[in-house]
């Protein structure tokens, strides 16, 4: 490597310069015009900070709980797909650095390490992001798996009914390897018009789903269930009706559907709805310790990560995972010392000033 990146966007030309195109096209690329892409960024960046002064910040303590398991960081590891297209050690090496950082790493459905050897690879506390597949069976089965195995809730994800148009995957004709946890139950064979995933995700996705399901998915595990997708005060409320145990504001990376808002503009929406009754995962655009306490103040408990991972473990496999978290932690707590926060029950409203605020 050339020099040590010095913030989590330089991971992203590693991974540039290390990946095949197709692969660092799959990773880094949105939906259709890349519009909501962009602005996740974006968005963030019209969130100014009101620090406070003079406050004792010579001790800093960023540890959070999620569920009730103790985190060292409000920054956990959001599902990716496939991250043997990255790098060989797949989520092996990613869950090794979720682990050494003391965070919680979600696990994809379609990952290529499977259940078994993610949950053997080290100890930690983990969670399960699930697809729910036309055949319930095999989804059925896999959250048994992941139950068996010691993951700690299920992530179920909803803005994936059908899978979003990513041009340049279907440009690449971008074609991923078996899906490990599936080998066997569901072909990924080669469509030779679009790219593989593209087709596997539909023939496999049950575009059927709805609140309902939430019942049937209660019946088979006894995991507590996080609604992965919300973006409406509709959805939030809804959301807490049929009992589930956590909200993940997220529009799927910009992957799914383009021209959604960014999520950091719809977090407080969808937090006033939920008035407190669960806990409120974000994620979308997270680059900077600055934007994990933007997210904090206007009410998320704990953001996920999802491209800078992929990234760093592109560009230096499981130190790379451990060097992203540890960068946007250590920004992170540069963040709260100089806003006047020495602890995340510090981190307020008042601390933000967003778009919105500056019409009032
Ligand atoms: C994703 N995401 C995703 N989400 C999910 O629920 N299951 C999955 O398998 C995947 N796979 C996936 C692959 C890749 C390459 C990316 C970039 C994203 C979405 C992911 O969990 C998360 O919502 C976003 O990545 C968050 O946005 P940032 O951090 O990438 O901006």
Redesign the pocket.
Known sequence: MASEPVNVNEYQELARRALPKMYYD??AGGAEDQHTLKE?VEAFRRITLRPRILVDVSRIDMSTTVLGYKISAPIML????MHQLAHPEGEVATARAAAACNTIMIL???SSCTVEEVASSCDAVRFF?L?VFKRRDISAQIVRRAEENGYKAI?L?VD?PRPGRREADIKNKMVAPPLRNFEGLISTKVDSVRSNLEAFAKVAYDASLCWEDIRWLKSITNLPILI?GVLTHEDARKAVEVGVAGIVV?N??A?QLDYTPSTISVLEEVVHAVGGKVPILF????RRGTDVFKALALGAQAV?????V?HGLAADGERGVRRVIEMLKNEFELTMALSGCPSIRDITRSHVRTESDKLH
């Open positions: 799959f990773h996740n959001a599902p990716t797909s994809s459905s379609i992001q697809y992530v994800t994936a992965k997220s799927h990376g992957r994620d979308g655009g997270v996920l990560v999802g491209r800078p992929v």
